[in-house]
């Protein structure tokens, strides 16, 4: 089994950045994508970023330019550095890993971005 927990949530002011860690603990396998999705309130989860274990990034139209996904070489943690911050940022922000045919997910951290 395969536990995800995220940290680094919280309330930020509108343009201001935040930096999310997600690490991972478990079974020991090599994942083929790591991303982030989030869900505002009333809203469907959406994609944010993802990160293939070859090290190529994406990112939703909403965050490019903005949002910078990372991992580190042993897949055991990885990031979502946020900058220039909106409030139709604030959501709840999930990691997500992908491997051996299986997508795990986290609980989830708040992020509220005030005008």
């Known amino acids: 089994q395969v536990q995800l927990v995220e940290s680094g949530g919280g309330l930020v002011q509108a343009g201001g950045s935040l930096r999310l860690s997600c690490e991972r603990s478990?079974?020991?396998?090599?994942?083929?994508?790591m991303g982030w999705y989030r869900q505002a309130p009333g809203k469907s989860r959406e994609w944010v970023a993802t990160?293939?274990?070859?090290?190529?990034?994406h990112y939703a139209g909403s965050v490019k330019g903005r949002f910078t996904i990372s991992g580190d070489n042993a897949e055991t943690m990885w990031y979502l550095q946020m900058t220039s911050l909106k409030p139709e940022d604030t959501a709840v922000y999930y990691c997500?890993?992908?491997?051996?045919?299986?997508?795990?997910w986290g609980q989830g951290t708040q992020v509220t971005v005030s005008s």
């Open positions: 990160i293939t274990s070859g090290g190529v990034a």
């Open positions: 997500n890993a992908v491997g051996e045919r299986s997508s795990y």
């Open positions: 478990g079974k020991t396998f090599a994942f083929d994508v």
